[in-house]
Each structure stands twice: as C-alpha cells, then as structure tokens.
C-alpha cells in the first residue's frame, strides 16, 4: 500500500472538490433543496469516484511520457506500482457506476444509471486513445458535460429529457473545460504555444457566457418551486459574469504573455478555483436560501489546504 501523499497526488484530489460542486449545482438547480439526502450523497460519491477513476487511469495510460516530461509523477518516480493504480482506477470507476445505479434504484429511475455508466465510458475513452489526438479538449468537456447531467439526473422525466435551462448549464460548464483542456495542454512544456493559450482563454470565456445566459430560458414549464429567482432579472446577475469572464482573462493573460510552465500552471489551478465559484452562482439563480451557495463555496477550503500540499495539475 502506497503512502498516504503519492496516493492523493496520483488523484490530484483537490480537484474532486470541482466535481462535487458541479453535482450540488445540478442537484440545486433541478430541486432547489438538499433534503433527499440519500440521492444528493449518492450522486456526489458517484461523481467523487468517476472524476478520481478518471485521474489515476490518466497517469496509468500516460506513464511512459510521464517518465520523460515529470518524471516525479507518483507511478513513474516508483512511489506508486502500475499495478497497484490499475487496481485502484478500475476500482473507482467501478464504484461510481455502482453509486449511479444505486441512485436509480432509489429514484426508481433509468436516468442516474445511465448518466454514470456514459460518464464512465467517456472517461475511458479520453484517457485512452483520445487523450493525444486533437480532440481530446472535447472529450474532456464531455466528461464535465456528462458530470452536470448526473447532478441533473433525478430531475429528469425520461432518459435526457431535461428543460433547455438544464442543457445550458451542462453545456456552459462543458465548455469552459474544453477551453481549460486547451489552454492546459502543453503546460509541461517549455513554452505553451501563444494561439493555443488564446484559443483556449476565449473558449473558457464563451463557457462563462453560457453560464450566464442560462436563467434566460426559463421559459415558464418548470414546477413553480424552481423557477429562476428574480435577482437572474436584476443589472446584478449579468454583471457578475462579466466579472467572472473579466477574471478568466485576467489569470490567463500572463501566461499568454510569456507562455512559461509556472505561468500557465498558475492560471489553470485559478481557473480549476474558478468552478466552484460558478457552481454557487448558478445555485444561486434558484435557491433563495444563502447557506446552500455557502456550502459550495466552501468546498474551496479543502481546495486550498490540499493544494498547499498536494499539486492540482
């Protein structure tokens, strides 16, 4: 058994939290509350799980140019054995299919199942033989894509039968990681290509806009209790993400400036941050109780503590 650090570097764990606060946005956006808490810790734990799984068979798949680019990675430097993280990503992934089932039992609903089994695969699939071709970002995206859709999933009437503002969201988080994926690419690299960083900066950009714009088709068929709150009409809400946008560029444009690996690593761990802030924005625009963006943003603490210790990227 591997010590307890080499363990969480291999699942770069202070991003899980990003994939958490995706769920309860989700969750909260479809529900408004919390209160079917079997559901809410099962769909989190599924997305815990896949979003890890996806993280250790990334570095299984990749150990060879990991060797050569970072070589203190946990598998390649030797704290961590390839078949001990063969066993311990399967294992997850295994795992968060099963809490996505579990769900649909409960919900006495295909949706859950279904959800976590395509997020499965694609998780897969980008890390396989997707991962070096160019359309790896998008592979990404979906993975996010799909992640929102699980917290989604118990809110839906059929099998991807959600309302317009639910697709939005999922594509506006969707997007801002393809631009992440983009703009993070060849952060190992010794200079990350100007084009590149600017593409994927305008692609984050335009995710953020998404986000935004999503309380605008509301278009009245959604049960009472969640409509969009009157603040998503107020000067307010457009403003804050243009704030949000305003602060994606300003993080990327260092390192759009000199494209050097510490400069581009310091933007992709502030835009990493950036999602949980989104998240509870986005809970915001439906649940007029404050402590259910508060806990949200909290996930940040654990963000921050970990990453003192353990690298995100």
């Known amino acids: 058994m591997p010590a307890l650090k080499p363990l969480l570097e291999l699942c770069r764990l202070p991003n899980v939290f990003t994939a958490i606060s995706n769920v309860l946005a989700a969750y909260l956006l479809a529900h408004r509350n919390l209160s079917d808490v079997p559901s809410v810790l099962l769909l989190v734990a599924a997305s815990a799980l896949l979003y890890t799984a996806g993280m250790v068979l990334n570095d299984l798949f990749d150990v060879e ?34 809490c996505g089932w579990i769900v649909s039992l409960w919900a006495s609903s295909f949706t859950p ?34 992640n929102v859709l699980l917290g989604l999933s118990t809110a839906s009437t059929g099998v991807f039968s959600w309302h317009p503002m639910h697709w939005a969201v999922a594509a506006g988080v969707g997007t801002y990681i393809i631009g992440l994926t983009l703009f993070a690419r060849t952060e190992a690299q010794e200079r990350s290509g100007t084009l590149q960083l600017l593409l994927g900066m305008f692609v984050m950009v335009g995710g953020t806009a998404l986000l935004g714009y999503f ?72 649940c007029r109780p404050v402590p259910y963006a508060l806990v949200i943003v909290g996930l940040l603490i654990p963000m921050q503590l970990l990453g003192r210790w353990v690298y995100s990227t």
């Open 215 to 286: 309380p605008k088709l509301d278009d009245g068929t959604l049960p009472h209790d969640v409509h969009t709150l009157p603040l998503v009409d107020d000067v307010l809400w457009p403003a804050l993400w243009v704030l949000f946008g305003f602060f994606i560029v300003r993080r990327c444009l260092p390192a759009l400036m000199n494209g050097s690996p510490e400069a581009v690593q310091f933007a992709v761990k502030q835009s990493i941050f950036a999602i949980v802030i989104f998240d509870a924005a986005i809970a915001t625009a439906t």
């Open 113 to 146: 199942g279904i959800v976590a089994s395509c997020l499965a695969a694609s998780v897969v699939v980008y890390d396989g033989p997707l991962k070096r071709t160019p359309l790896a970002p998008l592979g990404m995206g979906l993975c996010r894509f799909l």
């Open 65 to 98: 140019q990991d060797a050569q680019e970072r070589p203190e990675r946990p598998i390649p430097s030797g704290r961590v054995s390839r078949e001990f993280a063969a066993r311990l990503g399967w294992g997850l992934l295994a795992g968060g299919v099963a």
